[in-house]
Nanobody, 124 residues
């Protein structure tokens, strides 16, 4: 059974940093591309960042470029999202997702497995 479990959410002030982690089990992690998505209250879930199975190629939504960094440790079956210079508009539930498709995947429909989400709240 595949499980993705996110850690690291919380309540922070604008300008602070947070590091989200997503631990995967039940799949051959190093062969899966990974992504982070978020859903703010009253809004649709949106793409945030993604990387290939190797971690060499990454892609970000424009609103987080230069502030967020996605990375992975295949030896620990974990993907990370380092979030710096957080803004109130970053407030959302953050989800990690896994796909067996190749490349950097930005489309939610391509991801086969999802975590339960972790809340990030940024106060002004």
């Amino acid at each position: 059974q595949v499980q993705l479990v996110e850690f690291g959410g919380g309540l922070v002030q604008a300008g602070d940093s947070l590091r989200l982690s997503c631990l995967a089990s039940g799949l051959f992690f190093s062969t899966y591309a990974m992504g982070w998505f978020r859903q703010a209250p009253g809004k649709e879930r949106e793409f945030v960042a993604a990387l290939t199975w190797s971690g060499y190629d990454t892609y970000y939504v424009d609103s987080v470029k230069g502030r967020f960094t996605i990375s992975r440790d295949n030896a620990k079956n974990t993907v990370f999202l380092q979030m710096n210079s957080l803004k109130p508009e970053d407030t959302a539930v953050y989800y990690c997702a896994a796909t067996s498709s190749r490349g950097v995947i930005t489309s939610m429909s391509v991801y086969q497995y999802w975590g339960q989400g972790t809340q990030v709240t940024v106060s002004s």
